[in-house]
T-cell receptor, first 114, second 113 residues
């Protein structure tokens, strides 16, 4: 099956620092998504990317869809304590007949030191 | 609040038992997805329904089944439960399968003892 390699697995940063994480795949995806999950909650969609090379921002978050369609990265600028959580990348492709499934990376656990 | 409602929030049951997890999608969403999240496997896609019909199957065990009802709510049935089935089970919904943006519920934490 498809595998997404997400890195780093975890990171500890000072408040105010910028953060960068990425996902790579051996397969091509048509869509990349980035989610954040807080403890005890479901994943919340942050950014969706639909075209190779696309760069999209959502506040302090910026994500890019790699031109090979096999990778994506997420940057968070000027981190704040509420950025703490687990960030997941997800790739989506059609599996035929109008069916789609998301393949998730294993997550990057972000800790912010005030 | 994503608008996706899952019940129950927590469930503790014994091995060999059967449980049913319930999901109500966001208003207007026709497509429902079920995912399993365990510590070592991350989020794994189980199954997708669209307007009552099964659309895609992932790594769903034969002991597990799901359905989507005419009112669009969905149920995930887990039977002959094993200790390894302990996990968070998430439901997500989207307007249709073509829309990539799926919104997740808060999950059901299943503990098998």
């Amino acid at each position: 099956g498809q595998q997404l390699n997400q890195s780093p697995q975890s990171m500890f940063i000072q408040e105010g620092e910028d953060v960068s994480m990425n996902c790579t795949s051996s397969s091509i995806f048509n869509t990349w998504l980035w989610y954040k999950q807080d403890p005890g909650e479901g994943p919340v969609l942050l950014i969706a990317l639909y075209k190779a090379g696309e760069l999209t921002s959502n506040g302090r978050l910026t994500a890019q869809f790699g031109i090979t369609r096999k990778d994506s990265f997420l940057n968070i600028s000027a981190s704040i304590p509420s950025d703490v959580g687990i960030y997941f990348c997800a790739g989506r492709m059609s599996s035929g007949a109008g069916s789609y499934q998301l393949t998730f990376g294993k997550g990057t656990k972000l800790s912010v030191i005030p | 609040d994503s608008g996706v409602t899952q019940t129950p929030k927590h469930l503790i049951t014994a091995t060999g038992q059967r449980v049913t997890l319930r999901c109500s999608p966001r208003s207007g969403d026709l497509s429902v997805y079920w995912y399993q999240q365990s510590l070592d496997q991350g989020l794994q896609f189980l199954i997708q329904y669209y307007n009552g019909e099964e659309r895609a199957k992932g790594n769903i065990l034969e002991r597990f089944s799901a359905q989507q009802f005419p009112d669009l709510h969905s149920e995930l049935n887990l039977s002959s439960l094993e200790l390894g089935d302990s996990a968070l089970y998430f439901c997500a919904s989207s307007v249709d399968p073509g829309q990539a943006e799926a919104f997740f519920g808060q999950g059901t934490r299943l503990t098998v003892v």
